[in-house]
T-cell receptor, first 111, second 118 residues
Framework: RKEVEQDPGPFNVPEGATVAFNCTYS??????FFWYRQDCRKEPKLLMS???SGNEDGRFTAQLNRASQYISLLIRDSKLSDSATYLC????????????FGKGTKLSVKP | GAVVSQHPSWVICKSGTSVKIECRSL??????MFWYRQFPKQSLMLMAT?????????EQGVEKDKFLINHASLTLSTLTVTSAHPEDSSFYIC??????????????FGPGTRLTVT
């Protein structure tokens, strides 16, 4: 089983749509969880951290289910500028834990 | 603004030559630097981790004699791809981790270097 698994997509949605991405991770000792955004031929950029209590940042909502080892990202009222690849990232346990990246889910928002 | 820079941003070289990529943390001291490689439509794969002043730790399957990493100072790490071949063509991204103001100890990514070996 891969350490971090995501549906590669692509997700093609119209502007204004709500879209949800899911991710599962295999290491139950993982400590921290993130969603990154990567534009074509660019470096990944941190979108938001993910907490068990859930967190919201504007149109973006992230959720973590530790029992199921499942992470989600919800984008509401999607914009053209949201088109990108969304990477699910898990950090291993301990202070030196490394970031493990999923392959990413590609989102394309159409007018 | 950017907190980690990479140079060059892209490079084309001939097979058999060596290429050096620099990674700098701009306004903080990076105690740890990471080098990743990303092939098209693939995830970022960690190649190696380096701590300032010590030898890099390479991930399984990454040849340490081919990918030379030097982390000589708290703000600079270099990756040298020796005797590059077309299969080494990829997007190389560095990342630096250290204490940076109120944000605490976080990991920041450089803009990446696109290497094409002909």
């Amino acid at each position: 089983r891969k350490e971090v698994e995501q549906d590669p997509g692509p997700f093609n949605v119209p502007e204004g749509a709500t879209v949800a991405f899911n991710c599962t991770y295999s290491n139950s000792a993982s400590q921290s969880f993130f969603w990154y955004r990567q534009d074509c031929r660019k470096e990944p950029k941190l979108l938001m951290s993910v907490y068990s209590s859930g967190n919201e940042d504007g149109r973006f909502t992230a959720q973590l289910n530790r029992a199921s080892q499942y992470i989600s990202l919800l984008i509401r009222d999607s914009k053209l500028s949201d088109s990108a690849t969304y990477l699910c990232v898990v950090k291993g346990g301990g202070s030196q834990g490394n970031l493990i990246f999923g392959k990413g889910t590609k989102l394309s928002v159409k007018p | 603004g950017a907190v980690v820079s990479q140079h060059p941003s892209w490079v084309i070289c001939k097979s058999g030559t060596s290429v050096k990529i620099e990674c700098r943390s701009l306004d903080f001291q990076a105690t740890t630097m990471f080098w990743y490689r990303q092939f098209p439509k693939q995830s970022l794969m960690l190649m190696a981790t380096s701590n300032e002043g010590s030898k890099a730790t390479y991930e399984q399957g990454v040849e340490k004699d081919k990918f030379l990493i030097n982390h000589a100072s708290l703000t600079l790490s270099t990756l040298t791809v020796t005797s590059a071949h077309p299969e080494d063509s990829s997007f190389y991204i560095c990342s630096a981790r250290g204490w940076r103001g109120p944000s605490g100890r976080e990991q920041y990514f450089g803009p990446g270097t696109r290497l094409t070996v002909t």
